[in-house]
């Protein structure tokens, strides 16, 4: 199965960027890679996703890596409710054409005020 | 819209029992998939519903199955339980089979207790 890897937890100060660094060395060609977060007691939230070139929305960007093995998550400004479990996906295509999506254990991130 | 329904949000069962969960997707999704989420875990993903048919199956045992209806609505079905199976069932939507570029939206959840 595809596989990503994070760090279990990052600390930052309210205000300031935050880069946080996913591992998906397995990825191939077609595959697309997804951020989410879950907030607690909530159900994962989409964030942003890209193929090969990086990618702004009003919540985040995210740089990938020109050899795709590799993705970093920038969240411009923290705030307090930034504060959740980032979860980088990797989504391969399977044979049948169908494709699921193989969370890992995500990034704890924590925001000081 | 009201996204991604779930019921119950919680529920308690004793070991050896049936459950049902349900989900409603987002108005204009047709693919439902399944996760469970043990405490301090990711979710892992359970089965995926398109056209009414189970299109992609995680690593469960056929305890766990499923129903896709017409309107796209899916339940969740696990037989015998085990205490291993409190979790969190997350129930998620997107539109398209495969659409790998799109997103999903997620429910809040069933909190499946198992005594």
């Known amino acids: 199965d595809a596989k990503t890897t994070q760090p279990n937890s990052m600390e930052s100060n309210e205000e300031e960027p935050v880069h946080l660094p996913c591992n998906h060395s397995t990825i191939s060609g077609t595959d697309y890679i997804h951020w989410y977060r879950q907030l607690p007691s909530q159900g994962p939230e989409y964030v942003i996703h890209g193929l090969t070139s990086n990618v702004n929305n009003r919540m985040a960007s995210l740089a990938i890596a020109e050899d795709r093995k590799s993705s970093t998550l920038i969240l411009h400004r923290a705030t307090l409710r930034d504060a959740a479990v980032y979860y980088c996906?990797?989504?391969?295509?399977?044979?049948?054409?169908?494709?699921?999506?193989?969370f890992g254990t995500g990034t704890r991130l924590k925001v000081l005020a | 819209d009201a996204g991604v329904t779930q019921s119950p949000t919680h529920l308690i069962k004793t070991r050896g029992q049936q459950v049902t969960l349900r989900c409603s997707p987002k108005?204009?999704?047709?693919?439902v998939s399944w996760y469970q989420q043990a405490l301090g875990q990711g979710p892992q993903f359970i089965f995926q519903y398109y056209e009414e048919e189970e299109r992609q199956r995680g690593n469960f045992p056929d305890r766990f199955s499923g129903h896709q209806f017409p309107n796209y609505s899916s339940e969740l079905n696990v037989n015998a339980l085990l205490l291993g199976d409190s979790a969190l069932y997350l129930c998620a939507s997107s539109f398209g089979q495969g659409a790998m570029g799109t997103e999903a939206f997620f429910g809040q959840g069933t909190r499946l207790t198992v005594v």
């Open positions: 108005s204009g999704h047709d693919t």
């Open positions: 996906i990797h989504i391969p295509r399977t044979p049948s054409g169908t494709y699921k999506y193989i």
